[in-house]
């Protein structure tokens, strides 16, 4: 763990950072456990997850936590997931605090219910004046939304007109989706050996780069987190220009 934790530059860490925490219920059926029991298991890569980002120093730390989609799921599985919900912010909360780490949330939370609404609120008060990382948990959430949420809104504004038509462009969107006060993510990890995002950050996650991990969401360690960050800083990233123009840049 250490040999890999030494290879990355602090320098040059994502400032934020996207997690799709995928693979629970199938790590647990491989066990011969309930789908639930997955879940339960999934708090310690959470927690080495966010200990491992905030103590390299990453900004922003997005856990894709429960989709608009997973209402389709058992309604038993639902019901454990906001329980565990509840139950992982009070358990969590001292290492939030002795990390400096601000908890904070995008997504309809007022279709949560009314308990893990409370627990959510009390968290992110609990957090509010930590100096380090900012936690973001991304809850009944999904792209689609955010974007058809942004679009309503702006569409409201020029109906309203507060606005031109001409002036909706890139940045006003971006302004009024649920990330605005929030850089888009550098890096995205998704586990279980998926590739695909699944509707998580299908605007902000126009120039992230992608670290598909093999490792069911339970079983991810800091030194699964570790290997994402070498790979992305072994990444050219160019945001549309050539190599050479890169070169360039750094070498007038």
């Not at 009944?140 to 462009?169: I, P, T």
């Not at 079983?219 to 992305?232: G, I, S, T």
Request: glycine letters at 8%; one cysteine or more.
């Amino acid at each position: 763990m250490q040999e890999l934790k030494q290879q990355i530059d602090k320098d040059r860490l994502p400032h934020h950072v996207g997690v799709i925490m995928d693979g629970n219920g199938r790590w647990a059926q491989g066990q011969g456990k309930p789908r639930v029991f997955g879940h339960h298991s999934a708090v310690e890569a959470v927690r080495a997850t966010v200990e491992g980002c905030a103590e390299l120093g990453v900004g922003y730390l997005t856990l894709y936590a429960f989709s608009t989609e997973n209402w389709d799921r058992p309604e038993m599985e639902v019901g454990a997931l906001m329980q565990l919900l509840v139950d992982t912010i009070g358990s969590e909360m001292k290492m939030m605090l002795d990390n400096g780490i601000r908890l904070a949330t995008i997504g309809d939370t007022a279709g949560l219910p009314e308990a893990t609404r409370d627990a959510l609120a009390f968290g992110i008060e609990q957090t509010s004046q930590g100096d380090g990382m900012t936690l973001i948990l991304a809850l009944n959430y999904s792209g689609k939304w955010d974007l058809a949420r942004a679009a309503r809104q702006l569409a409201l504004e020029v109906g309203a007109g507060r606005m031109q038509a001409e002036a909706v462009d890139e940045a006003a969107l971006s302004a009024r989706l649920s990330t605005h006060a929030y850089p888009d993510p550098e890096l995205i990890i998704r586990t279980s050996g998926e590739h695909r995002l699944s509707n998580f950050f299908l605007w902000q996650a126009a120039y992230a780069e992608f670290y598909f991990s093999p490792v069911f969401w339970p079983e991810f360690r800091k030194p699964d987190l570790y290997a994402a960050f070498v790979d992305f800083q072994q990444r050219e990233r160019r945001f549309g220009k050539t190599s050479e123009q890169l070169k360039q840049a750094t070498n007038p």
